[in-house]
């Protein structure tokens, strides 16, 4: 019964405390926890820690956090920001309220009356008391929980002298003490507004506290995590909110109002006590996280629909349609009405848009309030009661709630029947529409309104925007974007993946950058696109660069993947094809990040905190989970200028890794890692899956590209990265399921689908698939693919009980896909699989096939290859031949699989030998060719 309500899969320890508690109290009827199951559970490591993540056990772990909901609110909880009586002490005009067993709130009021109201970055403090003592002694006050202890001198103010914190008796070794105003030289770092009109600037908000952009601070945030052992997040500034945080009420009147989060190096730890006081990151809407296309262009009715068209001719994927501020009036820069010239019909140009199933935005400036050009002007001016007789604009308001509930419940409700969610390009100033500034901001509050929108207007759609970040609890108002880059420069685009990763130290996973590219370098918009295809956001676009005087001289950006040569055409849409496939697996990541506040893009130190080389990234070159199971190190430096090839530098933490490019696995002994540098040609991107672990992807049908992410999942492929170098090894991965646009996850409406292998030989494997949980729109069946990755092709394979013969193996990539079709949902799917040969010795032939292939194309286009036209020679002809002549012999000659693959090694070296003698016959127009092929085999070495 306990194995049927729960998978194994990535969690954390004080979430799975939460579960135990949750269950153990007997919610579930009739179901008791043995206590030695839950220790056993407590002592696993992070790839083997139990999660709750059927539909039941979320809902009743989510209102577990809250054990007294607060007032009605337009947030996804009810949340409540008043703390239960238990978790308070108070102090003459100090409180000190204990919110988890490492975070503890610290107040400080002049006049003792404390803020019990949320605040943007604050919404619920309502948080089951966990086990703490207080006591005082010779006139300080201490309070002590298993992780931090917390000293103040009581009657004073607040300084270094009279308020501390040292560790608990269980601390995180990490955590060596505070004390109040000390400076954190440790910390993490967390994000800022936008890159608008900046190169890599710095996140170190005492660094950059003097830059502004748009008349806007940066609202730069620490992030909750450091190595110091602690982090403290500073709300004494900030505003307090109307019940139900839905709207501006007045500023703290705390003095001091703090929340030290003492989690030592247990940073994952937390993210999620944060996201339990600052609210959840919500699951956004699966289209969202498919492939976007914008550009600002004066584009009509015909062609938004040619742009459509051109995506399908090249069977691209797309999923979000985002028109820049070319679709509205240009009585202003700003307008919230269809330009009629260009949408003569707006309902057929986004109706024909949503046929295909991709989902539309359109870009707001709102600072210029409401014109008299706009249709719902009218109305507009009676919901507001302002004076329209002269026909004046209504003008822009962030404070006044009359004027802000018109404008989204009229005048923008006028047009969402077109267009799904808004693309905020708020560049107007951090005070202005009667905003203070800084805390309080149109930026956050723009963002807030619109996500909200939905709940508040009665629907069940999620909210979603596309907007720049305004401050410490943006992290609810999902996605992000980056702003007008600065600059088509390789330093920008090295910045991109370090400036994601490190949001996620501020729970925001989901920037979105613009994708473009120079028109004299391909190379550079290649590599943009692939490391968009593995950031939170893909999203094509481009600030004005691509159109205007550009044109005349040639020399427009690149925005339309179509229009670069074959050469790095081809990389493009193989990333793109990658993102598109990948959606199950990020979906998932989704709801994790909605359970944990992980983000998409996580820090290599979050699972490896005591390794040096954790902490490597930086604005030049990063690397980062993708997901639980992935790192991805994206290119980001120019190709050799002789060669072509990316020197690239990774670090492989302790454990077993998979190169997804080469197929090699790595075995990682040391606890310091290993790095490794390849050179990396334009076609690869470098990425390392877990080994054991299980890689879910939907398959992608030419003919069928747009509109695909929002599907339900009617086909699944597993990818098995087993591990090769063990006789009995185990994993799983599973694939979150829900309706995919609607606020019902939030009820639990969901299911899990996992899929989990054992392996009781080196040669013998057996797969499970089964699913937790429904709801009304999941496929009552499907088709699985189970792919094998690495492995010998099969002698003997059974579905179900059931002698298969429909496997098959593709060999270039040394990959058996066994096919479960028509698979009852309801039902158990189950799979039995010899294979023909170890695994381990077949590591890396993947990559040795993969850069056979590309070192003789090289050489073909010069018709310079070995053996092309002579007798002599052939060895490297004959090695790229061998991948594709197995997926032949797999079921035709599979004697012949077996001498092939022994063959391998002695073929490669002979093909690098007969290559290197290049380099003495070739011209000096060949030679960069020569020396291009040469790099590329010495990189497949195994």
Known sequence: KFESAVHFSLSYKRQVQLDVYTLS???????????????????????????????????????????????????????????????????????FTVLTDSMVRMEYASNGKFEDRATPAILNRNLKVPSFSHSIADGTLSITTDKVEVHYKVGSEF?????????????????????????????????????????????????????????????????????????????????????????????????????????????????????????????????????????????????????????????????????????????????????????????????????????????????????????????????????????????????????????????LKDVSDELDFWWIDWQQGGAVGGAAGGKQNPTIWTNKIRVTDPKRQGSKERGVILARWGGLGTHRYQVGFSGDVAGLTWENLAYQPYFSLTAANVLYGYWSHDIEGPSDDHEMYTRWVQWAAFSGVLRSHDRGMSAGGCASSDSCSTVRPWEVPDLYYTPIRQAMVMRASLIPYIYTAAYESFYTGLGLLRPMYYEFPEAEAAYASNPNASQYFFGSDLIVAPVVVQGNSTTGLSATSIWLPEGKWVDVNSGKQYTVSESAGQWISKQYHLSEIPRFARANSVIPEIPFKNGDTVGVAVRQYTDLIFTVYGDVTSTSASGSGSVYEDDGVTSEYLEGVGATTTASFTSSSASHMQVAISTVGTYPELPKSRNYFVKFANRHPPTSVTVNGQNCTTWTYDGPSLTVVVPVLNAQTTEKQTIDIVFSGNAAEISGFKGIFSRANLAKLGLDELRITPGAHKAQGGMLQTLSSVGDGLSFAAKNRPADVVASLKGVPGLFTEARAEVAKLSTKTSPGEFNRVLAAQGLLAGAAI
């Open 25 to 95: 109290r007997g919610t579930l009827t009739n179901f008791d926890l043995d206590s030695a199951l839950a220790h056993r559970i407590m002592g696993l490591r992070r790839s083997d820690i139990l999660s709750c993540v059927v539909a039941v056990c979320l809902v009743l772990a989510t209102r577990a956090q809250i054990p007294t909901p607060g007032p009605p609110s337009y947030e996804l909880y009810n949340y409540n920001p008043v703390a239960e009586s238990g978790a308070i002490v108070v102090s003459g005009n100090a409180r």
């Open 159 to 411: 300084s270094a002298s009279t308020l501390s914190a040292v560790p608990g008796k269980d601390a995180d070794g990490a955590f060596k003490g505070w004390s109040f105003g000390q400076q954190d030289p440790g910390n993490l770092l967390g994000t800022i507004k936008s890159l608008d009109q900046l190169g890599a600037e710095t996140l170190n908000c005492t660094e950059n506290a003097h830059v502004s952009v748009h008349g806007e601070s940066l609202h730069c945030e620490w992030g909750l995590v450091s190595r110091s052992g602690w982090a403290v997040v500073d709300d004494s500034d900030n505003w307090g909110l109307t019940d139900g945080a839905e709207w501006w009420d007045s500023k703290n009147t705390d003095v001091n109002d703090l929340y030290l989060l003492a989690h030592g190096h247990a940073y994952k730890a937390a993210i999620y006590d944060y996201a339990m006081i600052g609210g959840r990151v919500p699951i956004v809407p699966r289209y969202a996280l498919g492939v976007w296309y914008t550009r600002w262009y004066d584009y009509n009715n015909l062609g938004v629909k040619e742009v459509v068209h051109r995506y399908q001719e090249h069977n691209l994927p797309l999923d979000v349609y985002v028109t820049d501020m070319n679709w509205h009036k240009k009585d202003n820069w700003g307008g919230y009405t269809f330009d009629s010239h260009l949408y003569p019909y707006p309902e057929d140009t986004f109706g024909y848009l949503h046929s295909l199933g991709i989902y539309t935005a359109a870009n707001l400036h709102d600072a210029n309030g409401v014109g008299s050009y706009e249709k719902m002007y009218p109305e507009m001016c009676k919901a507001t009661g302002f004076d329209c007789s002269k026909g004046a604009s209504i003008p822009f308001s962030i404070v006044n709630k009359t004027y802000v509930y018109a404008l989204e419940d009229i005048v």
